[in-house]
């Protein structure tokens, strides 16, 4: 079983910059596929970003790739999503998630384990 917290979450101005933290409990961490999703009020949780168990692979959404990054450090046991030129529209409660499988999903439906959220708000 995996525990996930994220942290790093907040306000910022429109423009700016945060990064997101995924603080994940026990030994098997390398053995998992990770990925963040994001979900705004009223609307669906979406995926963000996802990276495969060794760090070699990356995937984004598609209207994400050039300003998020995603990587994870085996040391920390962590994975960061690295979010720059933010927009309003980027505010969301951000999750990460983890799954273990022969494919890296880019739907929130696939993913076994999830942390609890952290909020980033985007302002005008």
């Known amino acids: 079983q995996v525990q996930l917290v994220e942290s790093g979450g907040g306000l910022v101005q429109a423009g700016g910059s945060l990064r997101l933290s995924c603080a994940a409990s026990g030994r098997t961490f390398s053995s998992y596929d990770m990925g963040w999703f994001r979900q705004a009020p009223g609307k669906e949780r979406e995926f963000v970003a996802a990276i495969t168990r060794s760090g070699g692979g990356t995937y984004y959404a598609h209207d994400l790739k050039g300003r998020f990054t995603i990587s994870r450090d085996f040391a920390k046991n962590t994975v960061y999503l690295q979010m720059n030129s933010l927009k309003p529209e980027d505010t969301a409660v951000y999750y990460c998630?983890?799954?273990?499988?022969?494919?890296?999903?880019?739907?929130?439906?696939?993913?076994?384990?999830w942390g609890q959220g952290t909020q980033v708000t985007v302002s005008s």
């Open positions: 998630a983890a799954v273990r499988t022969y494919y890296v999903p880019s739907t929130s439906s696939e993913y076994t384990y």
